[in-house]
């Protein structure tokens, strides 16, 4: 059964700065998603990333499938980018797609 | 393109009532997933469906939950006898299986039995 764990649980951040948040999964896997989450809000993708590095905007996902880990990089964080970052993983063997428990992040003005 | 649309969004309950979910995926795509979301915790997969076949169900408390998906386009969840460890968010995802499998969720049913 794969286990996705996801750290920190939490992160306050001042606007501007980075942000670094981590994915470890049990299983191998060929495919690492990571979403957001506002509070009340819909789950929306925001990278796909089975492996390497992959940028999207201000996003950067990198993933070292050997090591069982993935990462996001928030750079120059803004108020907006407040909520809950999930990181979800599908074992190579199934569909069956697995969440973290996600990290809380609060940027500051 | 039109996303995935869930009704009701929010449904209150007394314990032992009943109440179902409504799903309509993004047109075209074959996969369909169900997720229950706890308050404060990552989404956890209920059942999923490929066309209008069950993939996986082993998760679903079949005793009083059940899902459902005839044409393979919208599906139904529903919860039989409802229980206060029921409350939560309940998700529905689609993807494409020729498209990475990208997930596409629904904005959810948030649901409190009393």
């Known amino acids: 059964e794969q286990q996705v764990q996801q750290s920190p649980a939490s992160l306050v951040l001042q606007e501007g700065e980075n942000a670094e948040l981590q994915c470890s999964f049990s299983?191998?896997?060929?495919?690492v998603q990571w979403f957001y989450q506002r509070p009340g809000g819909r789950l929306v993708s925001l990278l796909y990333?089975?492996?390497g590095t992959k940028q999207s905007g201000r996003l950067t996902s990198t993933t070292v499938i050997k090591e069982r880990r993935s990462s996001l990089h928030i750079s120059s964080s803004q108020i907006t980018d407040s909520g809950t970052y999930l990181c979800?993983?599908?074992?190579?063997?199934?569909?069956?797609?697995?969440f973290g428990t996600g990290t809380s992040l609060l940027v500051d003005p | 393109e039109a996303g995935v649309t869930q009704s009701p969004r929010y449904a209150v309950l007394q314990e032992g009532q009943a109440v179902s979910f409504w799903c309509d995926p993004i047109s075209g795509h074959d996969t369909l997933y169900w997720y229950q979301q706890p308050r404060d915790q990552g989404p956890q997969l209920l059942v999923y469906?490929?066309?209008?076949?069950?993939?996986?169900n082993s998760q679903l408390p079949s005793d009083r939950f059940s899902a459902v998906r005839p044409k393979g386009t919208n599906s139904t969840l529903k919860i039989q006898s409802a229980k206060q460890g029921d409350t939560a968010t309940y998700l529905c995802a689609s993807s494409d299986r020729f498209s990475n499998e990208r997930l596409f969720f629904g904005h959810g049913t948030k649901l409190s039995v009393l």
């Open positions: 299983i191998f896997t060929n495919q």
């Open positions: 979800a993983t599908r074992s190579n063997m199934g569909y069956k797609l697995t």
């Open positions: 469906f490929r066309d209008e076949a069950v993939i996986d």
């Open positions: 990333n089975p492996s």
